[in-house]
Structures are given as structure tokens and as C-alpha cells.
């Protein structure tokens, strides 16, 4: 970290609090703790015997969140991790409530030498760990134009992909990109700016975002460790940013909730096998800001909580892929 302060403004904090009801005994997970705003609303909130767990794959949040957790020394333990690897470190059933604040943190966009803003001159990293190996240069410069197309328009929703893509294809053909400055040029004078509210490289950048650091398949993998690592009436808390986030974390609890299992790969209705529902929603719609916080903080203005309460376990060493319904072992 250079000489940054590590500011992020926590999205929805009274909901979120609302939402995981924190108490002293309680055990808490944070799988997001960014600069640790929820996080320390939580461990205030469930003093005087709360805990908390916090774990986040950057390390820049890692060093400020422990800072700013510091009044509650004995109370927490942070390490730094992937999503997909929680349920390596906290065993199963030992958790009263889970948050995942998805997306992204401010440091990560206002701090230019991370490479996530087109508006800050560094090189074109976007890794939210810095070890991971493949940044945002190498997918630019070394990806095929249809693979750039694909996921400008899956996770960009960008209408204009393949002339953004021809674009960077034939721009790297004379000079490979390194900057982030250069790559949003380069988008600009291809799609030209028509009087819109946003960049023309805001959803180009942010479909190498989500492609650089995996986030879908993240996602994926964290909510089946978070469900893991959940007791029985423990609660989910999840804040997503994007369509396809909000998507996967509704399918994820509706196949929870169901009150059946398939019987054919068709889900023909009269197979239906019955069975209890293993989890229940807080509530049918997700919660959004109010008025005033995204007028104060306009990051948050795509912001949707949801809370999925767990209602029961599998039997112990079992295990259900959500996407399919299989059982295994
Ligand atoms: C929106 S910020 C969280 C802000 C935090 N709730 C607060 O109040 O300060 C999201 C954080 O999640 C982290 N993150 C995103 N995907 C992750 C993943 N797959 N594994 C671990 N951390 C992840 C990011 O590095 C970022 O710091």
C-alpha cells in the first residue's frame, strides 16, 4: 500500500445489521472485509462476546482492516483468502451468520497503480491478489477477438463488443497495451462518446474485472463454502452489484428453499420428490438503498441485500451440488 488511506464507505449498514442481528456469543463471518466497515459494526454490535472471522484475497484490505479492528483485539482473526476457501479454515456449523459485501472496494478503483479505473493512469492490473497470475494486459493482448467479445458482452453487457474488441485487436497488433489510460483510449475513439452519463470503457472494464479475478466462479464456490460453515438458522447475508451476481445468489437460495427434489433431469412437475426446505428468504424482495445513502454514496446505487436463513443441514458428511441437486459424499 503506498501512502493511500484505505477509505471505503460500507454499502447499506443499518440493513446489513438489521439483516445478521448481530449478539454477544455470537460467531460471525465476514467473507468480504474490504476496509472492515461491517465488519466493525458487527463486532460493536455483538460485544461484549461476539467474534468475528474476516477474510479477503487483497492484501491492501487485509492491512486495513486490521487496523481499523483494532479496538477489538481478542474478538476477530483475519486471513487472507479466496471465498472458496473458508470452509478450509472454520469447520462446519460454526457460524451464526455470514456476510458477503460483493464487488468491489473504493481503494481498489481510486487507487490508480491497481489498474481497475479508467480514469487513473497505471498499469493494467486489475488482480484483486496480487499473485494471481493473469492481469488484465494479458487477456487484452493475448485473448482472440471472439473470447473478448464473449465476456464484454456477458459480464459488461456492452452492446458494442465487437467493435470495442476489433478495436483492441488491431491496436495491440502495433503496440501491445500496458496502461489502463491506453485501453480506455483506445474504447473512447472506437465508440466515440455520445453524450452519455458513463465512459464509454465503464463495462469493458468491468468485464475484465470480473473475468481477471474469477468473480462469478468465486462466487459460485463461496456460497456453497458460506452455506457449509453456517449453523442451523444461521444467516446468509449477501450484497451483490451486478445481474448475473444477484442471479446466481437467487438460484442458490431458491434451490435451498425448495420443498423438492427433481425426479428427472426435466423436472417434470408429477416427479417431483417431496423433502423439508432447507433454508427459508428473510424476505421475497432484495432490500436496495434509500434515497439519501445513494445520494452520499453513489457506489452503492446497484446495491440489492438478501438474506437466506438456514433451516437445516444435511446429514453429517453429506453433501448437494445446488446446480444439479446430486447427492454425494
Ligand atoms: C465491497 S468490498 C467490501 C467492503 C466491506 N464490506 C466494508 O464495509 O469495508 C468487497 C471486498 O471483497 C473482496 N473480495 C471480492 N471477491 C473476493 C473473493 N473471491 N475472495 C475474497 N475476497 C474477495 C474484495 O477484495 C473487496 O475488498
Not at 449498514?13 to 448481530?22: G, N
Not at 493512469?121 to 499473485?131: E, F, I
Not at 474485472?209 to 444467516?235: P, S, T, Y
Not at 427459508?280 to 424482495?285: P, T
Request: net charge positive; glycine share 10%; aromatic share 8%.
Amino acid at each position: 500500500m503506498k501512502d493511500e488511506v484505505f477509505q471505503h464507505l460500507s454499502v447499506l449498514p443499518r440493513e446489513t445489521l438489521e439483516a445478521l442481528e448481530p449478539r454477544s456469543g455470537g460467531v460471525y463471518l465476514d467473507m468480504t472485509l474490504g476496509g472492515a466497515g461491517h465488519a466493525s459494526l458487527v463486532l460493536e454490535q455483538s460485544g461484549p462476546d461476539g467474534k468475528l472471522y474476516g477474510t479477503d484475497r487483497d492484501g491492501d484490505a487485509i492491512r486495513a482492516a486490521g487496523e481499523r479492528l483494532k479496538p477489538f483485539e481478542g474478538r476477530f482473526e483475519i486471513r487472507r483468502c479466496p471465498f472458496a476457501d473458508v470452509s478450509d479454515w472454520l469447520g462446519e456449523g460454526t457460524c451464526d451468520g455470514v456476510l458477503m459485501d460483493l464487488g468491489i472496494s473504493s481503494p481498489q478503483v481510486d487507487w490508480g497503480h491497481r489498474g481497475f479505473s479508467f480514469m487513473k493512469m497505471g498499469n493494467l492490473d486489475m488482480r484483486m491478489d496480487v499473485g494471481d497470475q493473469v492481469t488484465a494486459a494479458d487477456i487484452v493482448n493475448t485473448w482472440s477477438g471472439d473470447e473478448l467479445i464473449r465476456i464484454f458482452r456477458l459480464y459488461g453487457e456492452e452492446p458494442r463488443a465487437r467493435r470495442v474488441a476489433q478495436a483492441i485487436t488491431e491496436r495491440r497488433a502495433v503496440k501491445p497495451f500496458e496502461t489502463t489510460l491506453q485501453l480506455a483510449e483506445c474504447i473512447e475513439t472506437a465508440l466515440g462518446r455520445r453524450g452519455d452519463k458513463h465512459h464509454p470503457a465503464t463495462r469493458v472494464f468491468q468485464a475484465l474485472r470480473m473475468q481477471v479475478n474469477d468473480e462469478l466462479g468465486q462466487l459460485e464456490r463461496g456460497l456453497v463454502a458460506a452455506w457449509k460453515v453456517l449453523k442451523e438458522h444461521g444467516k446468509l447475508v449477501t450484497i451483490s452489484f451486478h445481474s448475473l451476481e444477484a442471479r446466481m445468489v437467487k438460484q442458490f437460495g431458491n434451490f435451498w428453499s425448495l420443498d423438492y427434489r427433481a425426479g428427472d433431469a426435466m423436472d417434470t412437475p408429477a416427479l417431483r420428490i417431496p423433502k423439508q426446505p432447507c433454508a427459508r428468504w428473510l424476505s421475497r424482495k432484495a432490500v436496495k438503498p434509500s434515497v439519501e445513502e445513494t445520494r452520499s454514496n453513489p457506489r452503492a446505487r446497484s446495491a440489492q441485500l438478501r438474506t437466506l436463513i438456514k433451516l437445516r443441514a444435511l446429514p453429517a458428511g453429506e453433501e448437494m451440488d445446488w446446480r444439479t441437486g446430486k447427492r454425494f459424499r
